[in-house]
């Protein structure tokens, strides 16, 4: 079975800055991996994906991430961080096959002005 | 429109009262989930449902109960709520045959359990 860890609860950053939000996973084969955003009060929505070919993902809303299989991870990224990136953030791990992902328990983005 | 909705979006009940929250999508998908959040604990499934007369267990199944009345609604159930239950319901769903796995949430119910 597979399994997603976010080592960081809570990462607070000033507005501008670059963004890193770490995502490793534990699958025995090239997994499925995303990347949703949660704004309060909404709903979960998809950043981007991973399935096969460029290990580099670009998503929505100037966000990427990268797939290290050596690494067993899929950080998401994004250059400079606006007020309104200030969410919770969670990765998922899918098994070709299987249909039904495995979430992280989440990162919660603050933005400081 | 939203693609995936949910009603009620918040709701309040007591303990020992049957409640059911609703789904409905119009993606077409075949596929439809529950899950609740609670925080710290990122998404637990609840059931899933493959197709109309397909419905299966999650990992956090007990006291909780769904119909798939369609291809388009999925509701579940608390037959007897309890404070423990108090958390936030998501639905969710996915077409494999397009987009592998990728699911569409909806925008989530709040449920507190008195």
């Known amino acids: 079975a597979q399994s997603v860890t976010q080592p960081d609860i809570h990462i607070t950053v000033s507005e501008g800055a670059s963004l890193e939000l770490r995502c490793n996973y534990s699958?025995?084969?090239?997994?499925?991996l995303f990347w949703y955003v949660q704004s309060p009060g909404q709903g979960l929505q998809l950043l981007l994906k991973?399935?096969?070919?460029?290990?580099l993902v670009q998503g929505i809303k100037g966000f990427e991430a990268e797939f290290k299989r050596s690494q067993s991870s899929f950080n998401l990224r994004k250059p400079s961080v606006h007020w309104s990136d200030a969410a919770e953030y969670f990765c998922?791990?899918?098994?070709?096959?299987?249909?039904?992902?495995?979430f992280g328990r989440g990162t919660s983005l603050i933005v400081h002005p | 429109d939203a693609d995936v909705t949910q009603t009620p979006r918040n709701r309040i009940t007591k303990t020992g009262k049957r409640i059911m929250l609703e789904c409905s999508q119009t993606?077409?998908?075949?596929?439809m989930y529950w899950y609740r959040q609670d925080p710290g604990l990122g998404l637990r499934l609840i059931y899933y449902?493959?197709?109309?007369?397909?419905?299966n267990k999650g990992e956090i199944s007990d006291g909780y109960s769904v119909s798939r009345q369609a291809q388009a609604k999925f509701s579940l159930s608390l037959e007897s709520a309890i404070p423990n239950q108090t958390a936030l319901y998501f639905c969710?769903?996915?077409?494999?045959?397009?987009?592998?796995?990728?699911?569409?949430f909806g925008p989530g119910t709040r449920l507190l359990v008195l």
């Open positions: 969710a769903t996915s077409d494999t045959t397009q987009t592998r796995e990728t699911q569409y």
């Open positions: 699958y025995g084969a090239t997994p499925y």
């Open positions: 991973y399935f096969s070919g460029d290990t």
């Open positions: 998922a791990v899918g098994a070709r096959g299987s249909y039904i992902p495995t």
């Open positions: 993606k077409g998908h075949d596929r």
């Open positions: 449902s493959f197709d109309v007369k397909d419905i």
